[in-house]
Structures are given as structure tokens and as C-alpha cells.
């Protein structure tokens, strides 16, 4: 099992289209990849992949008040296949959502990340802080990924955030979305964190899958590749036969 959190901190940087990308480069495609959107503020993934809400992350939380839930029941409750990758979706109102995590986030954060098999599990956790009802994945997760725009406004509210999820759930990377005016190494020692990866805008829609390795997204793609295959080789090993 490998579990990445994704989250952001204000506007819409592009933590749900990251958590996609991964999904679909994750570089051992004999592994099920699943997105778990976890967003408080409401799901949109089951509208814009066509799979609607059921089963969804409202279906999961019901089982998981079964004390013998195991990960491989969570997935057959609540994910639903896209391409070769899967998706748990959120219902798209937010009281329902972040009711939803509130009373289940952490039992099935605990359920994903005490299961040693073979499936990578990337939390779409929306806006991210210590009192976000997704915080849990973020304590359970291999990888955490503070995703961020690159300009100057954004980036000044990094390092408090920063700050504040390594205190709760230990170390944080910064995922920052171009256009930005500054090197990396600039703004690893201005955020305090490690920057995983530097993305180029994407040209298209987060549903748009089959057409990422089109043209106006080949760019973008190839650093998302690049950052799946640095996440993968950083991951726990993977139990044998899993």
C-alpha cells in the first residue's frame, strides 16, 4: 500500500488534476491506483468522469463502521473504475462531504494506511489544514503534497501551513504550479520544505485523461510522470504476491 495526500491551501491550484495525473502515470500499472477525494468543500470528480457519486466515498464511510474493514473492502464499496485507474468520489455538497469526514476520515485513513498490499491510494484532500476532516490521510500518508500557486501572493501563505501539517502530521513537499519568477532552491528555503516538482499550466479540462499526453498537456505530463516515478520509487516496499 501507498498513500499520497494531496491538498492546497486557497484557490484552485490544481491538487485535483495533480491527484489525476498521478492516478494515470503511477509508473507500475500492474498496481490498482486509486483517488479517494476527500475535499470538505464537496466533490466534483464524479460529474466531470462520468461515474456519478455512486459508490462513493458516502458508500465507504457507511462500511467503514464495520470493525473488520479491511482496504479491499473499502475499495469494493466506494471506488469506481476510470481508464485503468480507479476514483472514490465525493457527493458534491459540501455539509454532506465534510459530515462525511468528520465521522469517517480517520477510520479509513487508519484502514488504508495499516494495509501493507500492493494498491496506491492518492488522497484528494481538498484545502488542507490541522482542522481539515481530512487531516487524517495526511497523518496515515507516506506522502504529503502541498500543492500551490507560484505566484508571490500564494507562496507567502506556504511557510505557516507548512509549518503547522509538519507539527500534526510530520514532513510536508511543496508541488508549485507555474508561472513563477523564482528557482527552486529559492523557494524550498522561502517555504521551509522540500519542493517535489515545478508544473507547467495545463491546457485542458481535469476530465480530459485520454487527451493527457496530447499536446496541451505534454509539457505539464511529462513533470507529473517524473514526480509519479520519484514518489513510486520512494514508497514502502510492496509485500510479495500483494
Known amino acids: 500500500m501507498t498513500l499520497i495526500t494531496i491538498g492546497s491551501i486557497a484557490g484552485s491550484p490544481g491538487a485535483t488534476r495533480l491527484a489525476i495525473g498521478l492516478a494515470a502515470a503511477w509508473p507500475e500499472p500492474d498496481r490498482r491506483r486509486v483517488v479517494l477525494e ?3 468543500d464537496g466533490g466534483r470528480l464524479g460529474a466531470e468522469l462520468g461515474v456519478g457519486v455512486e459508490p462513493g466515498l458516502m458508500a465507504m464511510a457507511l462500511a467503514s463502521r464495520s470493525p473488520q474493514l479491511s482496504a479491499d ?6 471506488a469506481a473504475p476510470v481508464a485503468d485507474w480507479f476514483v472514490v468520489p465525493a457527493p458534491p455538497s459540501a455539509e454532506q462531504a465534510y459530515s462525511v469526514l468528520a465521522h469517517a476520515a480517520s477510520t479509513l485513513a487508519r484502514v488504508l494506511g ?3 498490499g500492493g494498491a496506491v491510494w492518492i488522497v484528494d484532500a481538498g484545502r488542507l489544514s490541522t482542522r481539515s476532516p481530512a487531516l487524517p490521510f495526511a497523518t496515515a500518508a507516506d506522502h504529503v503534497l502541498l500543492v500551490t500557486a507560484g505566484s508571490f501572493p500564494a507562496l507567502q501563505l506556504v511557510p505557516h501551513r507548512v509549518d503547522a501539517l509538519r507539527a500534526a502530521v510530520g514532513p510536508v513537499s511543496v508541488v508549485v504550479v507555474e508561472p513563477t519568477a523564482w528557482p527552486v532552491a529559492e523557494i524550498a528555503d522561502f517555504v521551509g520544505s522540500d519542493v517535489a516538482a515545478v508544473l507547467p499550466v495545463a491546457k485542458g479540462r481535469s476530465a480530459d485523461v ?3 499526453g496530447g499536446s496541451g498537456w505534454r509539457g505539464w505530463w511529462r513533470h507529473v510522470d517524473a514526480l509519479a516515478s520519484y514518489l513510486a ?4 516496499a510492496v509485500e510479495v504476491g500483494s
Open 38 to 40: 476527500a475535499d470538505p
Open 73 to 78: 473492502d473499502a475499495f469494493e464499496q466506494g
Open 114 to 116: 495499516s494495509d501493507r
Open 210 to 212: 485520454a487527451a493527457m
Open 233 to 236: 520509487a520512494a514508497a514502502p
